[in-house]
DNA sequence: GATGAATGAGTGTTCATTCAT
DNA sequence: CATGAATGAACACTCATTCAT
C-alpha cells in the first residue's frame, strides 16, 4: 500500500477554501474541488468518506491553526490586559495572513454545516483564554456578565473586522488596531 | 384574469426563510421551498425572476422590516445614550419575535448571495442612528473611532447574541439586556 | 361577441415566422410569440387550437400567398419557355420581397411538421404550372423524365438560391436571375 | 477506470439522426436520445459538451462519411462529364444506404444550428470536386456562372430526390438515376 | 492509491396549456 | 374577446457518489 499524499491532502484543503470562498457552499461541488486541487473527484473519496466530511474536516483544521497562532507567546502570568492584548495581535496577525481561511470559517459558521462539529471540542483549543477571563472576573477585573457575552464583545469584533468589506475600505493599522482593542478592553473591564 | 395572490407571496416569503434556516441555501432547492409554501415551482417564477431573486428579495424585506422595527420610538432630541438603548430593546425584542429572520440574515451575509445586494440601500434605512453616532463623536461623548469599528461593537454583538445556540442555552432577560447594552455603551463611550 | 382581431391575427402571423426563422421551432414558444407580437400567451388559444395549428396554419398562409404571386400574369397561350421564365421572375420577386417567409417554409419543409399538412392540397396552388409541364413533354420540348425529377430541376433551385448564407454573399442581379434561368432551362428542355 | 465505450459513442451518433428524423430537433429531448441510446442521459455529458455539440458534431460526422463515401474513385484524369457522373453515382449509392443520415442533414441545414458549423471546413472536404468545376469552366466545357450557382444545379437535386416523399413513391432504378444526371448535365455544360 | 467513466437523483428553469376574471 | 395567474410535465444539465481498472 502506497502512503496517502501529504501534497493532495494540502491542495484539497487549499482548493475547498478557494472556491467555497469564491463561489460557496452551494455551488462547489465536489468535481470542482477537484479540478481546482487537480486530482480526479474519486480521489477526493480516498481521503474524505463524502462531501460533508471533506468541509468540515477543512473547518476544524482551520481552527486547530488558528487556535495555535492565537495562544503563540500565550503567558498566563502577565496582567490579564496585557494577555488579552497579545491574543488581539496574534489573532489580527493571523486574520492578515490567512483571512481566506476566516472567512471560510465565518461562512462555516453560519451555515447549517456548523451544528454537524463538536463545538466543545474546538472550544477546548482556547481553553486557556476562557480561564484567564474566568481569573478576571473573580479579581473584579472583568465584569461579571455571563461568559457567552463577554465572549460576543471580545472575540467577535475581531472576526468582524476581518469582513472582507470592511478591510477593503478600511486598511486596518498598528493605530486601528490598538484603538479597535481598547474598546473591546473597555466593553469587558469593570 | 386571476388576480395575483398576497398569500402566496408571504407563504413563498416564509417557507424561503424557514427552509433555508433549516437546510441552508445550498439544499434549499426551488422544489422544496415550493412544496413548503404549497405552490408549484412553476409558480415561484410568476412572483420572482429566479432562485436568486427569491432569495435576496426575502433578505431585503427582512432588512427593511428590521429597520422600521429597531427606529420605532427614535427620538433624536433624546440623550445620546438613551437613544442607543432605545435602539437595542427595539433590536432585541425584534431578535425575540423574529429570530428565524435575524438567523436567515446572517447566513445570508457571509454567503455569497450578499455580494448581489446595494448595501448603500440599506445602510439608508439605519441612517438616524448613525447620524447620532456622529454627533456623539463631535460632541466628545463617544469615541473618534472609525465608524466602521464603532458598528462592529454597537451592532454586530446584538445580532451575535440573538444567535441560535447562545439564546438557547441563555433565555435573556431584562437584566441581561441591560448588562449587554452596558458592555456595548461602555465600548464605545468616551 | 367581439370580432376577432385581424391586427392581431396578423400580428401572431409575422411574430411566429420572425421567430421560427431567427431561433428555430424548438425554441420559438408560444409566450415568446405571444410578446413578440404583442398579445397575451392565452390570446393564441383563442386563434389556434394550439401550437401546432398555428405553426402549420402559418406555413399554409404563406405557400397560399406564395402561389398567388407566383402566378400573377401567368399565361398559358405564351410559349413554353416564356411561362416557365415568367414563373422564375415572379419567384424571385417574391423571395427578394418576402425572404423570410420563404426561409420559414423551407425550414418547415425539412421539420417533421412537413407530416401534418395535405400536400396534395397546396399542389393545387401551383396545378396551372403543372399543367404546361405536361404539355411540353407530349410536344417533345421538354425531356421524358419523371415529373417529380422535372420540378427538381426547376423548382427546388430557386428556393435553394434564396438561401440566407447565398444571398448574402452573392446579391442576385437580373442577369444572374436570367443566367440562372437558363440553366433550369437547359436541364429540363429536350 | 473504465475506458470509453465506443459502443455508446456509435448508439448516440444512430440515436440522435433516428430520433431527430423521426420527432425533429425540438421534441428530440436530451433523455429521449439517452433512452434510444440505452444510457443514462448523464452519460451523454461524458461524451458531448451538450446538446448542441451533440447535434453539431452529429452533422459534421456524417458530412466527412458522406465526402469520404463521395470521393471514392475519383479519378482527375478522366474527362469532366464521367467525373461528375462518378460523383452522382457514389452519392446515389450513400443515400440509398444511408438515407437517414442524408434526411438528418438536410433538416439541420435549414435549422438555426446551421450558423453554428464552420461551412468552409466542411466545403474542404469536397474541394477536388470543386476544382473540377472550375477546370471546366476554364476550359468553356462549363458554362461560366458563378459558382455557387451552378453547385445549385449539381448537388441540390441530389439532396432534393433523396427527400422521404420522394424516395417512398419513386424507386429510383439505374435508368433514372442516368437521366437525372444527364438533366444536372445539361444545366451546367455549354 | 488513483482515476475517468458512468449514473440515478436531483437541480433551476421553461413549456404548452387552462382557468378565473 | 382578452388576459395574467397558475401549473404539471418536461427540459437541459449537474450532482455526489460508485465502480472497474
Avoid at 496517502?4 to 467555497?20: I, S
Avoid at 447549517?112 to 471540542?121: G, K
Amino acid at each position: 500500500m502506497r502512503i496517502k499524499d501529504d501534497m493532495k491532502q494540502a491542495a484539497l484543503f487549499e482548493a475547498t477554501v478557494k472556491l467555497v470562498n469564491e463561489i460557496g457552499f452551494s455551488a462547489s461541488s465536489v468535481s470542482k474541488i477537484a479540478k481546482e486541487a487537480g486530482v480526479s473527484p474519486a480521489t477526493i473519496y480516498v481521503y474524505h468518506k463524502n462531501k460533508e466530511e471533506l468541509i468540515v474536516s477543512t473547518y476544524i483544521d482551520i481552527k486547530q491553526d488558528m487556535s495555535r497562532a492565537v495562544l503563540e507567546g500565550f503567558d498566563p502570568t502577565l496582567p490579564i490586559r496585557d494577555i488579552f492584548q497579545n491574543v488581539w495581535l496574534n489573532m489580527f496577525a493571523y486574520i492578515s495572513e490567512y483571512r481566506n481561511y476566516v472567512q471560510f470559517t465565518e461562512q462555516f459558521a453560519s451555515s447549517p454545516y456548523n451544528e454537524l462539529v463538536n463545538h466543545q471540542e474546538i472550544e477546548k483549543y482556547f481553553k486557556p483564554v476562557i480561564a484567564v477571563l474566568q481569573r478576571g472576573i473573580s479579581q473584579k477585573i472583568i465584569k461579571d456578565v455571563d461568559f457567552d457575552i463577554l465572549a460576543t464583545f471580545i472575540f467577535y469584533p475581531i472576526l468582524t473586522l476581518s469582513n472582507a468589506r470592511l478591510c477593503r475600505t478600511v486598511k486596518l493599522n498598528d493605530a486601528m488596531i490598538e484603538k479597535a482593542f481598547t474598546l473591546a478592553w473597555d466593553a469587558i473591564k469593570l
